[in-house]
């Protein structure tokens, strides 16, 4: 556990890729002194490249404390772990190989430290999923790499869950290609994402007996086979099966209907089929201040809900409100999961208590025998 003994949490942030957004959002979120009296900040990538971007947008000085490794953070100060060269070429807006490199090997060493214990939590900046592919990262997205790199094979598995302040989506499927998307609807994977969700509802959110929306994968839910035969083969089923283990789970639900009426205020939760059904909705609603957020694994790991944004990058028009919300809940959650971790440790063992039969004394003269009912009471006021 890397937080100290001020009681501050040690979030790694990752430089993303340095053509995009990232380096502007990250020094934008981190140009409030107030910052560094919640948490210890260490990036993981360049102090050239910071300073790069802080004068080509004419932004106030931040002072970077350039360590070696996150062991060496220090309190109250924005530490800089320098994970590529110097001589790193930067093309704002531009997507480029050596973009994609770079974004690695920040994203490679703070999921080393992140395992190693070395830092609590980890922030990501937007990478392009594309530039970044290389002979030793063939995944879709942060999610999956997260998952093969963190996950214990057969305990763990990675939930992507997009939240804010008052919406909370969660995918059955993540970066699937459309074509491929129904067949990975099963009454397995959807009743292991109910599952999941609930669990991570209860230990990072704090909600203590949560409602989940469950969401249909065709339109108008499959009208009773109609328009698809999934609902009734597999999501219902799926919401059957978790019910009965007491998962507080309703559904399915047409997703045009559901958002459209407002109905996912009533939930804490809603569980989405693929990618864009969850995501579009929920950017409409929240793009600003959203968080995505890898639920499943035993760390934590945050990001904002935008990608690198290279038509604006190095242009200081960028808004870093979803990179602090990020920043926040990384924080939040840490702490909820420390919190239910301390709850929960030795829960009390339930005990049978063997009642002897109550045996009735004889009505005195004068005096009215005691009905079942006002026994109970005795008993309860005792």
Request: proline share 5%; glycine share 8%; with cysteine.
């Amino acid at each position: 556990m890397a937080e100290n003994s001020t009681g501050k949490i040690r979030i790694g942030i990752t430089q993303g890729d340095i053509n995009g957004i990232g380096y502007e959002v990250i020094l934008k979120m981190l140009d409030d002194e107030r910052m560094l009296e919640m948490l210890t900040p260490v990036i993981y990538g360049s102090g050239k490249i910071a300073g790069f971007y802080r004068k080509a947008l004419n932004m106030t000085p931040l002072q970077l404390h350039n360590i070696s490794e996150a062991a060496e953070a220090a309190d109250g100060r924005v530490n800089m772990v320098n994970v590529v060269a110097e001589d790193t070429k930067v093309e704002p807006g531009q997507p480029t190989a050596i973009g994609g490199q770079a974004a690695f090997a920040a994203l490679e060493a703070a999921t080393r430290d992140l395992r190693e214990g070395t830092i609590d939590a980890l922030l990501t900046a937007p990478i392009n999923k594309d530039t970044i592919q290389s002979d030793t990262f063939k995944f879709p997205g942060h999610t999956e790499y997260l998952q093969a790199s963190l996950a214990e094979p057969g305990r763990d598995r990675a939930l992507m869950i997009m939240c804010n302040e008052s919406m909370r989506v969660a995918l059955v499927t993540t970066h699937t290609p459309i074509a491929d998307v129904a067949s990975k609807v099963t009454r397995d994977t959807v009743a292991d994402a109910i599952r999941r969700f609930n669990r991570s509802l209860k230990e990072d959110f704090a909600v203590t007996a949560p409602r989940i929306a469950v969401l249909a994968l065709n339109p108008h839910a499959g009208e009773n086979g109609l328009l698809g035969r999934e609902e009734q083969q597999e999501i219902i089923p799926a919401i059957e099966e978790v019910t009965e283990e007491k998962v507080i789970a309703f559904g399915p639900y047409a997703a045009d209907g559901f958002f459209g009426s407002g109905a996912w205020k009533h939930f804490d939760g809603v569980l989405a089929m693929y990618h864009d059904q969850g995501l579009a909705p929920f950017k409409l609603l929240g793009m600003d201040n959203g968080v995505n957020f890898t639920a499943g694994l035993p760390f934590v790991r945050t990001s904002p809900d935008h990608g690198t944004a290279y038509d604006i990058a190095g242009q200081g028009s960028a808004s870093a409100e979803s990179m602090r919300q990020a920043l926040y809940a990384a924080i939040d959650i840490t702490r909820n999961r420390r919190r239910y971790a301390e709850a929960t440790a030795n829960p009390l063992k339930k005990q049978q208590i063997e009642r002897k039969p109550r045996k009735d004394k004889a009505d005195k003269p004068g005096e009215r025998k005691q009905s079942p009912a006002s026994d109970n009471e005795e008993e309860e006021e005792a």
